[in-house]
């Protein structure tokens, strides 16, 4: 099958060509027609296999069928935001508008992008300017709309983008509050790397008789990427680090840490060590996050370190390596931390450095992925036999429990608990 064959008009197929890509994929081919139907969809799909494309394909070329003449307002035209595209953070809604952008550049529409972390005139300015498409984190958009900069009574089509990952941050209230200032008569499209129990809920809730798209097996990690753990103590796991960038040349990795201090730490420590690396996390301020992407992408700074959250949306074509320095304690996190690698076809590594701490969280991601992960001990670094698992801080974290790893500390449930809250209010401001 060929983008021509899906019926989109000529600015779009010739965007398309100019980013040179001829055949759509799975995800591509099965919401494509679905949303030029009109349809509601629901789609599950591993992060990497062109889901945003798969929306922002069929919007843009419904906005050109149903094309309408602006209104007018003091005599000049103006523009309403027809298509509000939801995303969970920052980076991913920028990576979206990135794409809604390369696919417009022969429409008429202007798109934005906002969220928070940067100044909100800049924003406001725009929005009165007028947009089309707008691409927004949840909090912001709220804090927007309270001030009455935006007006969402003209949305046509509502996209949810990472579903999974806006009720995993506690976005759930903000989603409902965002649906109520929209027509009740839309288009609501929702993507999510996940097909949960919670997402089928929040499906029914928000769609009407949605047509179900899934490309990949519910949490299942793809066939290209070669996963490894590397057993190891949790004192040598940065020396670790250090040798299989340097004995192994790696050019580009990212690295995961659970906790924003923990990334700080390694980033001085690899730099030490005589490897540019960047962290990114919570929280860096937007225009720190966005240097230290590109200089990422552009191959300036040879590795990434992030946590989950500020991970999300990055985007980077044949990214080599992904390494879990730390294992995440939700197994789901997991899939999508490797995810990372591996895309648009091409093969990826994606390595785990766990320590006698983490083995009931490997266990757990085991379970999840249905498969053993393979381990290599690396000579010089054997794991010490009278090392004793410990209880693993989570640090501010979302105090989320995966593969029982905090089934030694029951104590630790109270302050779980409050840690997810400290977290959903800290992420209202993505």
Known sequence: MLFTSLGLSDPILKAIKEAGYTTPTPIQAKAIPLVLEGKD?????????????????????SMVRNHKERGTHKGKSKRYVRTLILTPTRELAAQILENVELYAKYLPYKATVVFGGVNINRQISTLKQGVEILVATPGRLLDLASQKHVDLSHVEVLVLDEADRMLDMGFIHDMKKVIKLIPKKRQTLLF?????????????????NPS???????NKTADRIAQLVHPVDKKKKKDL?????????????LVFTRTKHGANK?????????????AIHGNKSQGARTKALAGFKENHIRVLVATDIAARGIDIDMLPHVVNFELPNVPEDYVHRIGRTGRAGREGVALSLVCVDENDYLRGIERLIAQKIPKEVVAGFEVDPN??????????????????GQSRNNNNSNSNSRNRSRSRSRNRSS
Do not use: D, H
């Open 41 to 61: 969809v629901l789609a599950a799909a591993q992060t990497g296999t062109g889901k945003t494309a798969g929306f922002t394909l069929p919007l843009l070329e």
């Open 212 to 218: 179900l798209v899934e490309v990949a097996a519910q």
């Open 241 to 253: 680090l250090v040798k299989l960038i340097k004995e192994g040349a790696w050019k580009q990795v």
């Open 266 to 278: 390694l980033c001085e420590y690899l730099q030490q060590n005589g490897i540019q690396s960047s």
């Open 192 to 208: 999510s790397a996940t097909f949960s129990k919670e997402i089928k809920a929040l499906a029914s809730g928000f769609q009407t």
């Open 387 to 404: 090392i004793s698992a410990e209880p693993i801080s989570q640090g501010r974290g979302r105090g989320r429990r995966g593969g029982g």
